[in-house]
């Protein structure tokens, strides 16, 4: 994106990014249609996910707007990068944009979750925002044989952004698949976030957004999450290890 600038944080690019200026830049993405734009949120989770997976590497390395959804980026940003970021929830951000689409005279389609889910969260979402346009939803379960008919349905109902809640790395693999023959401004990747509007899972409550530790309540509430969050940690040695080598190079340098 243009006037956007993007750190790299480990493996990971990230763009220095406010809430506002993340909501105007999405809407402008959304709003040209001469090509897709994708809009991807990091966390220490995807720089894992882009060393195990080229497609997931060479998408979010090609992704339009990168959001720095995890605190541990924002960490790592401060360390590696001595830049303080602002975190941007994907979530959030979701939710800003439906704030503003209608102003903003954007249409949305929503895929993703479970059908209970997904037309709750629409019907939520309507409910919030008066004038929001809702031009179309599928659930997240479409069989791989009604893939290409789910594509017309988004390109059918013109809708200017995609909301894609098939949780990671199922999403960006979908948006790297079908990305290409879509018709829509913009593609963004909101993991669980249907779940959590509809309240069959909860956000961590403020103090621990306040306190950065949204990521560990979440763990509380879903211990299953363990083996991935697991990388939570492993990203916070690996930036200290970073740090400790970079710090040791400059001694290096002065002594010599
Ligand atoms: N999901 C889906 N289709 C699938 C697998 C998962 O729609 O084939 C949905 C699932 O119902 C849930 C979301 O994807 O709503 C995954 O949420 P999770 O919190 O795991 O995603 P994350 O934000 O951690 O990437």
């Not at 220490?44 to 090609?62: C, G, H, L, N, Q």
């Not at 956000?203 to 509380?220: C, N, T, V």
């Not at 879903?222 to 930036?239: D, M």
Request: glycine share 6%; net charge positive; charged share 25%.
């Amino acid at each position: 994106m243009k006037n956007v600038e993007r750190l790299r944080v480990l493996n990971a690019p990230v763009d220095v990014l406010t809430m506002n200026k993340a909501i105007d830049c999405a809407c402008e993405l959304a709003k040209d249609h001469s090509n897709i734009s994708y809009i991807v949120a990091v966390n220490p989770e995807k720089t894992y996910a882009m060393k195990e997976s080229e497609v997931i590497r060479d998408f979010i390395e090609k992704a339009d707007l990168v959001i720095p959804d995890g605190i541990g980026i924002v960490f790592g940003a401060k360390m590696l990068c001595n830049r303080r970021l602002e975190r941007v929830a994907g979530a959030d951000l979701m939710q800003e944009i439906c704030r503003v689409s209608g102003e903003q005279n954007l249409k949305i389609f929503i895929y993703g979750a479970k059908e209970e889910v997904n037309a709750g969260a629409v019907q939520k979402l309507q409910e919030r925002h008066s004038n929001i346009q809702i031009v179309g939803r599928a659930n997240g379960f479409v069989k791989a044989e009604n893939m290409n008919e789910l594509v017309e349905r988004i390109n059918a109902s013109q809708a200017d952004i995609l909301f894609l809640a098939l949780g990671s790395p199922k999403q960006e693999n979908w948006m790297n698949e079908y990305g290409p023959k879509l018709n829509v401004g913009a593609c963004m990747g909101i993991g669980g976030t249907l779940d959590t509007i509809v309240g069959t899972v909860k956000r961590a409550p403020d103090f621990y957004q306040k306190i950065h530790l949204e990521w560990f309540y979440r763990l509380a509430k879903q211990p299953s999450r363990f083996w991935r969050q697991r990388r939570v940690f492993f990203f916070g040695f690996a930036v200290l290890a970073a740090k400790i080598k970079k710090i040791t190079m400059c001694h290096r340098q002065e002594n010599e």
